[in-house]
């Protein structure tokens, strides 16, 4: 293919199409995505990375893809060379030919380009406007929110956030780092997992490559670890962090990190981290109260543009009490199945769907505690469904104790007639008939039913 100067940046672009639908997305977004073409003259690419860690990941994992993408795009024998800063000096790494050690040589007349922006890896979903506040939470994301509009400046510096799984430290660290991208496009924003982190550390250990990996995480403005209890044990990758750490701070950037415990707790991490952990703040996300979860329910199902009746959010929210993930999940659930077979959330579905979630083990309800929930609605003595009155409010009273005492216990029709006005089993066929037929025809009915069953399931 003919190159033309003037069209380097085009063609590099072109490579980078080929090169993004041979590889996963998210290994494009780390180790592409960031190079940065500098020039193109005879016959020599010139790219700029991040690091001298770029390169040698780069190589050892993608070298082939590499050179014969640049092959087909610019044109056989076309080489290629690395640039990074060093201390404001452009370094020229030439492309290697196998694994040989590489020698630097400086290149003067290389422009001094910038630094090459950072793909923060960022969950674009979480953001303050997603983070539903409530009493659980709100002293942590008003912290965040600080830390956010001056990061490195305040006294939450380090920002240790706890808090058990699934309550929304993952959420609220990366809403941090997307506000201060908003705001300071021109920081280096880089979120990581722990277990990451590490990986990459032992991969810089063994191609000998552990400078240019701290030299990477130095450059960074705000450096957010999660889940960092998962560095317990590693006392190597902790010396290292423990280096970063120091680095970063003393250059007044910002360091935010999770956890699902508080640092005192933190067992199989050297005292000096624990230590540093608890310079700043240490702020702790509780498990959603019910008020919050309710308000989660209601905005995920606005959100997504379905209504779920009251009943079905109280219940949801009364139980699911630990995860706020949970509860993502269970909206979820529930809605692909409304849309696939194209039918409303009603509380059975409802009910089914929770028990695959969490380990939902409901008091079992009782005959005794049907008439007794039925007479408390009715404003009647609960005596009298047990007597042979045939007064109006005494048999409604029975039918509808028959009507739940079939929808939520395995007894037969005899056994629920004997326990409910020792009554046969044909009585308790004609109630149950009787009481579904009257809450098709009667509204008012019907909203008292559904009261009566919304405090039988509170059990």
């Known amino acids: 293919m003919k190159t033309n100067k003037a069209d380097y940046i085009g063609l590099w672009d072109y490579c980078l199409e080929?090169?993004?639908?041979?590889?996963?997305?998210?290994?494009?977004?780390?180790?592409?995505?960031?190079?940065?073409?500098?020039?193109?003259?005879?016959?020599?690419?010139?790219v700029q990375v991040p690091s001298r860690f770029y390169i040698e990941f780069l190589e050892d994992k993608y070298l082939d893809i590499i050179k014969s993408t640049i092959y087909k795009v610019f044109g056989e024998g076309t080489t290629l060379s690395y640039t990074i800063q060093v201390a404001g000096t452009p370094i020229e790494y030439p492309v290697s030919e196998g694994k040989q050690p590489r020698k630097l040589v400086e290149e003067k007349d290389v422009p001094n380009a910038p630094v090459a922006e950072l793909d923060a890896h960022l969950n674009p979903s979480y953001i303050f406007e997603t983070f539903i506040e409530g009493s659980s939470n709100k002293l942590s994301r008003s912290v965040g929110e600080a830390v956010a509009q001056n990061p490195g400046k305040t006294i939450f510096n380090p920002l240790f956030i706890f808090g058990p799984s699934g309550v929304g430290k993952t959420h609220l660290a990366n809403a941090i780092g997307a506000k201060i991208k908003e705001l300071y496009p021109e920081k280096r924003v880089l979120y990581v997992s722990a277990h990451l982190f590490q990986v990459q550390y032992t991969d810089s250990v063994r191609n000998n490559t552990t400078n240019?990996?701290?030299?990477?995480?130095?450059?960074i403005d705000t450096l957010i670890i999660d889940d960092i209890q998962e560095f317990a044990g590693a006392t190597r990758t902790q010396n290292t962090f423990f280096y970063i750490f120091n680095q970063l701070h003393l250059n007044g950037k910002q360091l935010i990190m999770t956890s699902d415990r508080s640092p005192v707790l933190l067992q199989g991490m050297e005292e000096r981290l624990i230590t540093r952990f608890k310079w700043g703040m240490v702020a702790e996300l509780e498990k959603p109260?019910?008020?919050?979860?309710?308000?989660?329910?209601?905005?995920?199902?606005?959100?997504?543009?379905?209504?779920?009746?009251?009943?079905?959010?109280?219940?949801?929210?009364?139980?699911?009490?630990d995860s706020v993930?949970?509860?993502?999940?269970?909206?979820?659930?529930?809605?692909?199945?409304?849309?696939?077979?194209?039918?409303?959330?009603?509380?059975?579905?409802?009910?089914?769907?929770?028990?695959?979630?969490?380990?939902?083990?409901?008091?079992?309800?009782?005959?005794?505690?049907?008439?007794?929930?039925?007479?408390?609605?009715?404003?009647?003595?609960?005596?009298?469904?047990?007597?042979?009155?045939r007064k109006r409010d005494a048999v409604l009273a029975r039918q509808i104790s028959m009507f739940f005492a079939k929808k939520f216990t395995d007894l037969s029709n005899a056994k629920i007639g004997a326990q409910i006005g020792n009554k046969d089993h044909a009585t308790v066929i004609h109630a149950c008939k009787l009481v579904q037929d009257m809450q098709e025809i009667d509204k008012k009915f019907k909203d008292s039913l559904s009261a009566i069953q919304a405090d039988l399931r509170k059990r």
């Open 18 to 46: 080929i090169i993004r639908d041979n590889i996963t997305k998210e290994a494009y977004n780390t180790w592409f995505a960031p190079i940065v073409p500098l020039s193109y003259q005879e016959g020599k690419l010139t």
């Open 212 to 219: 240019d990996f701290v030299n990477f995480y130095q450059t």
């Open 325 to 389: 993930r949970d509860l993502e999940g269970i909206v979820a659930s529930l809605l692909a199945y409304s849309t696939i077979y194209n039918k409303e959330v009603d509380m059975d579905l409802t009910e089914k769907t929770i028990r695959k979630f969490i380990n939902f083990e409901a008091k079992p309800i009782t005959v005794e505690h049907i008439v007794q929930t039925v007479c408390e609605h009715l404003d009647i003595d609960a005596s009298v469904v047990q007597s042979k009155s």
């Open 289 to 321: 109260s019910l008020d919050l979860r309710k308000d989660i329910l209601r905005y995920k199902t606005k959100r997504d543009g379905v209504k779920f009746s009251d009943e079905i959010i109280d219940y949801i929210a009364e139980n699911v009490s």
